[in-house]
């Protein structure tokens, strides 16, 4: 599976992004489909995730009722809605697909193939 995520750019703190993560090869109705984002200095941290089959999602309580993850199976694309942004939303992106259980669905480790990140700035 190779993912290529677009979709970053810089925003006034307020606005709406929406990216986008294009997945080739075949994801299997197990998998989860991810967002990550890893600040400068910081780790990599876990935003929302997706169940490729029957879309059961998951978010960081950061994220909450701002942020919307979604997919389209049909285009093998997961998007991820960002409202609201905030100055420290500011992050490099990525996603990000597991063959992982849903108890270990927000821990990047558990996550096998990644996408290459796209970059977010939310300007205050």
């Known amino acids: 599976v190779q993912l290529q995520a677009f979709g970053g750019g810089l925003v006034q703190a307020g606005g709406s992004l929406r990216l986008s993560c294009a997945a080739s090869g075949h994801i299997f109705n197990s998998y989860f489909m991810g967002w990550f984002c890893q600040a400068p200095g910081k780790e990599r941290e876990f935003v929302a995730t997706?169940?490729?089959?029957?879309?059961?999602?998951y978010y960081a309580d950061s994220v909450k009722g701002r942020f919307t993850i979604s997919r389209d199976n049909a285009k093998n694309t997961v998007y991820l809605q960002m409202n609201s942004l905030k100055p420290e939303d500011t992050a490099v992106y990525y996603c990000a697909a597991s063959r992982t259980i849903t108890s270990w669905a927000r821990e990047a480790t558990a996550y096998n193939y990644w996408g290459q990140g796209t970059q977010v700035t939310v300007s205050s």
């Open positions: 997706v169940r490729w089959s029957g879309g059961t999602t």
